[in-house]
Protein backbone atom coordinates (compact mmCIF):
# COMPACT_ATOMS: atom_id res chain seq x y z
CA UNK A 1 0.00 0.00 0.00
CA UNK A 2 0.72 3.55 0.11
CA UNK A 3 3.18 5.21 2.41
CA UNK A 4 3.22 8.32 3.38
CA UNK A 5 5.76 9.73 6.30
CA UNK A 6 6.17 12.88 8.20
CA UNK A 7 9.07 14.36 10.04
CA UNK A 8 9.70 15.25 13.05
CA UNK A 9 7.25 13.09 14.37
CA UNK A 10 7.26 15.03 17.53
CA UNK A 11 8.52 18.53 18.41
CA UNK A 12 8.96 21.08 21.01
CA UNK A 13 10.01 24.62 20.48
CA UNK A 14 9.58 27.91 22.41
CA UNK A 15 6.83 30.14 22.25
CA UNK A 16 7.62 32.49 18.90
CA UNK A 17 9.81 30.43 17.22
CA UNK A 18 9.24 28.79 14.19
CA UNK A 19 8.93 24.46 13.18
CA UNK A 20 8.78 23.18 10.00
CA UNK A 21 7.38 19.44 9.38
CA UNK A 22 7.55 17.12 6.34
CA UNK A 23 5.50 14.94 5.09
CA UNK A 24 6.71 12.89 1.75
CA UNK A 25 4.65 10.32 0.30
CA UNK A 26 7.37 7.11 -0.05
CA UNK A 27 6.13 5.07 -3.07
CA UNK A 28 3.72 7.54 -4.83
CA UNK A 29 3.71 10.78 -6.47
CA UNK A 30 1.10 13.27 -4.83
CA UNK A 31 -0.09 16.10 -6.45
CA UNK A 32 -2.55 17.34 -4.07
CA UNK A 33 -1.73 16.55 -0.14
CA UNK A 34 -3.68 17.60 3.14
CA UNK A 35 -2.93 18.79 6.21
CA UNK A 36 -5.02 18.57 9.37
CA UNK A 37 -4.71 19.02 13.16
CA UNK A 38 -5.78 17.19 15.67
CA UNK A 39 -6.75 18.27 19.69
CA UNK A 40 -6.65 15.11 22.16
CA UNK A 41 -10.20 13.10 21.87
CA UNK A 42 -11.15 15.07 19.12
CA UNK A 43 -11.73 14.67 15.43
CA UNK A 44 -9.25 15.46 12.35
CA UNK A 45 -10.15 18.96 11.24
CA UNK A 46 -9.09 20.40 7.98
CA UNK A 47 -6.57 23.03 7.82
CA UNK A 48 -5.52 23.31 4.44
CA UNK A 49 -5.21 21.62 1.32
CA UNK A 50 -1.53 21.22 -0.43
CA UNK A 51 -1.53 21.80 -4.01
CA UNK A 52 2.28 20.59 -6.14
CA UNK A 53 3.08 23.97 -7.96
CA UNK A 54 0.58 26.23 -6.58
CA UNK A 55 -0.38 28.10 -3.40
CA UNK A 56 -2.23 26.49 -0.69
CA UNK A 57 -6.41 26.45 0.00
CA UNK A 58 -7.23 26.81 3.24
CA UNK A 59 -9.87 26.11 5.02
CA UNK A 60 -12.18 29.17 6.79
CA UNK A 61 -10.69 30.58 9.95
CA UNK A 62 -7.12 28.86 9.37
CA UNK A 63 -4.55 31.83 9.09
CA UNK A 64 -2.49 31.23 6.25
CA UNK A 65 0.49 33.37 7.40
CA UNK A 66 0.71 31.39 10.24
CA UNK A 67 0.84 27.97 8.51
CA UNK A 68 2.72 28.64 6.02
CA UNK A 69 2.46 25.70 3.02
CA UNK A 70 4.85 24.44 0.52
CA UNK A 71 4.34 21.40 -2.30
CA UNK A 72 7.75 21.69 -3.88
CA UNK A 73 7.37 18.55 -5.29
CA UNK A 74 5.45 15.22 -6.00
CA UNK A 75 6.28 13.85 -3.17
CA UNK A 76 6.72 16.89 -0.47
CA UNK A 77 4.89 19.05 1.48
CA UNK A 78 5.78 21.19 4.25
CA UNK A 79 3.91 23.24 6.97
CA UNK A 80 5.43 25.74 8.64
CA UNK A 81 4.12 27.10 12.01
CA UNK A 82 5.20 30.88 12.06
CA UNK A 83 5.39 32.43 15.64
CA UNK A 84 4.34 29.12 17.34
CA UNK A 85 2.65 30.38 20.37
CA UNK A 86 1.24 27.49 23.11
CA UNK A 87 -2.00 27.56 21.65
CA UNK A 88 -0.67 25.76 18.14
CA UNK A 89 0.09 22.42 20.19
CA UNK A 90 -1.12 20.07 18.96
CA UNK A 91 -1.50 17.04 16.58
CA UNK A 92 -0.47 17.95 13.13
CA UNK A 93 -1.14 15.72 10.41
CA UNK A 94 -0.86 14.87 6.87
CA UNK A 95 -2.19 13.13 3.84
CA UNK A 96 -2.20 11.90 0.18
CA UNK A 97 -3.95 9.87 -2.07
CA UNK A 98 -3.39 7.85 -4.72
CA UNK A 99 -4.87 9.10 -8.42
CA UNK A 100 -8.54 8.73 -8.22
CA UNK A 101 -9.08 7.46 -5.14
CA UNK A 102 -9.66 10.87 -2.96
CA UNK A 103 -11.69 8.94 -0.36
CA UNK A 104 -8.93 6.64 0.31
CA UNK A 105 -6.61 8.69 2.12
CA UNK A 106 -2.96 7.75 2.72
CA UNK A 107 -1.87 9.27 6.65
CA UNK A 108 1.32 10.37 7.94
CA UNK A 109 2.14 9.19 11.62
CA UNK A 110 1.61 12.39 12.38
CA UNK A 111 3.64 15.27 13.96
CA UNK A 112 3.14 16.01 17.82
CA UNK A 113 3.98 19.88 18.29
CA UNK A 114 4.91 21.27 21.96
CA UNK A 115 5.20 25.06 22.25
CA UNK A 116 6.59 26.15 25.23
CA UNK B 1 -21.26 23.12 4.54
CA UNK B 2 -21.07 19.71 5.56
CA UNK B 3 -21.65 18.49 9.29
CA UNK B 4 -21.45 14.87 9.94
CA UNK B 5 -23.00 13.38 13.66
CA UNK B 6 -21.79 9.99 15.18
CA UNK B 7 -22.12 8.62 18.83
CA UNK B 8 -19.28 9.81 20.88
CA UNK B 9 -18.64 6.51 22.47
CA UNK B 10 -20.27 2.82 22.15
CA UNK B 11 -19.17 -0.33 24.22
CA UNK B 12 -19.22 -3.98 23.49
CA UNK B 13 -17.78 -7.12 24.52
CA UNK B 14 -15.46 -9.20 23.01
CA UNK B 15 -16.76 -11.42 20.09
CA UNK B 16 -19.96 -9.30 19.71
CA UNK B 17 -21.01 -7.09 16.91
CA UNK B 18 -21.69 -3.37 16.79
CA UNK B 19 -22.88 -0.73 14.76
CA UNK B 20 -21.46 2.61 14.53
CA UNK B 21 -23.73 5.29 12.77
CA UNK B 22 -23.23 8.18 10.86
CA UNK B 23 -25.59 10.81 9.78
CA UNK B 24 -24.33 13.95 7.70
CA UNK B 25 -25.65 16.72 6.02
CA UNK B 26 -23.67 17.95 2.79
CA UNK B 27 -23.94 19.56 0.00
CA UNK B 28 -21.97 18.39 -3.37
CA UNK B 29 -21.13 14.22 -1.95
CA UNK B 30 -18.96 11.54 -3.59
CA UNK B 31 -19.22 8.92 -0.84
CA UNK B 32 -18.94 8.04 2.74
CA UNK B 33 -15.54 6.80 4.11
CA UNK B 34 -14.46 4.84 7.12
CA UNK B 35 -11.15 5.20 9.22
CA UNK B 36 -9.98 3.78 12.26
CA UNK B 37 -7.39 5.48 14.43
CA UNK B 38 -5.70 4.11 17.40
CA UNK B 39 -4.55 6.19 20.46
CA UNK B 40 -1.64 8.12 19.28
CA UNK B 41 -1.78 6.32 15.81
CA UNK B 42 -2.62 7.69 12.35
CA UNK B 43 -6.11 7.32 10.66
CA UNK B 44 -6.48 4.14 8.72
CA UNK B 45 -9.07 3.52 5.83
CA UNK B 46 -11.80 1.37 6.35
CA UNK B 47 -13.97 0.97 3.89
CA UNK B 48 -15.78 3.67 1.34
CA UNK B 49 -19.30 3.76 0.08
CA UNK B 50 -20.30 5.67 -3.38
CA UNK B 51 -23.45 3.62 -3.75
CA UNK B 52 -26.97 3.11 -1.45
CA UNK B 53 -26.23 -0.82 -0.02
CA UNK B 54 -23.73 -2.69 1.74
CA UNK B 55 -19.75 -3.15 1.40
CA UNK B 56 -18.42 -6.00 3.05
CA UNK B 57 -14.56 -6.19 3.38
CA UNK B 58 -13.40 -9.23 6.10
CA UNK B 59 -15.14 -8.84 9.96
CA UNK B 60 -15.87 -4.75 8.50
CA UNK B 61 -19.32 -4.27 6.50
CA UNK B 62 -20.22 -0.06 6.18
CA UNK B 63 -23.69 0.88 4.63
CA UNK B 64 -25.07 3.84 2.81
CA UNK B 65 -28.24 5.49 2.41
CA UNK B 66 -28.25 8.34 0.05
CA UNK B 67 -31.69 8.85 0.52
CA UNK B 68 -31.87 8.71 4.38
CA UNK B 69 -28.27 11.13 4.06
CA UNK B 70 -27.40 7.89 6.72
CA UNK B 71 -24.69 5.19 6.98
CA UNK B 72 -23.09 2.66 9.40
CA UNK B 73 -20.13 0.89 10.17
CA UNK B 74 -20.50 -2.83 11.08
CA UNK B 75 -18.06 -4.32 12.99
CA UNK B 76 -18.33 -8.42 13.94
CA UNK B 77 -16.19 -10.31 15.66
CA UNK B 78 -15.02 -7.81 18.16
CA UNK B 79 -11.55 -7.98 18.99
CA UNK B 80 -10.04 -6.50 21.52
CA UNK B 81 -7.76 -4.99 19.23
CA UNK B 82 -10.64 -3.34 17.60
CA UNK B 83 -10.77 -0.69 20.57
CA UNK B 84 -9.80 2.44 18.46
CA UNK B 85 -11.51 5.88 17.37
CA UNK B 86 -13.16 5.38 14.02
CA UNK B 87 -14.40 8.75 12.00
CA UNK B 88 -17.10 8.69 9.32
CA UNK B 89 -15.66 11.25 6.27
CA UNK B 90 -17.70 12.22 3.42
CA UNK B 91 -15.68 13.35 -0.12
CA UNK B 92 -17.35 16.22 -1.29
CA UNK B 93 -15.89 18.65 -4.50
CA UNK B 94 -12.15 18.51 -4.24
CA UNK B 95 -10.94 15.68 -2.70
CA UNK B 96 -11.05 16.47 0.58
CA UNK B 97 -12.33 14.01 3.60
CA UNK B 98 -14.70 16.10 5.76
CA UNK B 99 -14.21 13.92 8.85
CA UNK B 100 -17.03 13.56 11.68
CA UNK B 101 -16.54 13.79 15.33
CA UNK B 102 -15.19 10.43 16.38
CA UNK B 103 -16.79 7.12 17.70
CA UNK B 104 -14.54 5.31 20.18
CA UNK B 105 -14.94 1.90 20.29
CA UNK B 106 -14.58 0.13 23.62
CA UNK B 107 -14.26 -3.64 23.74
CA UNK B 108 -13.77 -5.47 26.73
CA UNK B 109 -13.36 -8.95 27.66
Known amino acids: GAVVSQHPSWVICKSGTSVKIECRSL??????MFWYRQFPKQSLMLMAT?????????EQGVEKDKFLINHASLTLSTLTVTSAHPEDSSFYICSAYTSGRQYEQYFGPGTRLTVT | GQSLEQPSEVTAVEGAIVQINCTYQ??????LSWYQQHDGGAPTFLSY????GLEETGRFSSFLSRSDSYGYLLLQELQMKDSASYFCAVTPVGGKLIFGQGTTLQVKP
Open chain 1, 50 to 58: SNEGSKATY
Open chain 1, 27 to 32: DFQATT
Open chain 2, 49 to 52: NALD
Open chain 2, 26 to 31: TSGFYG
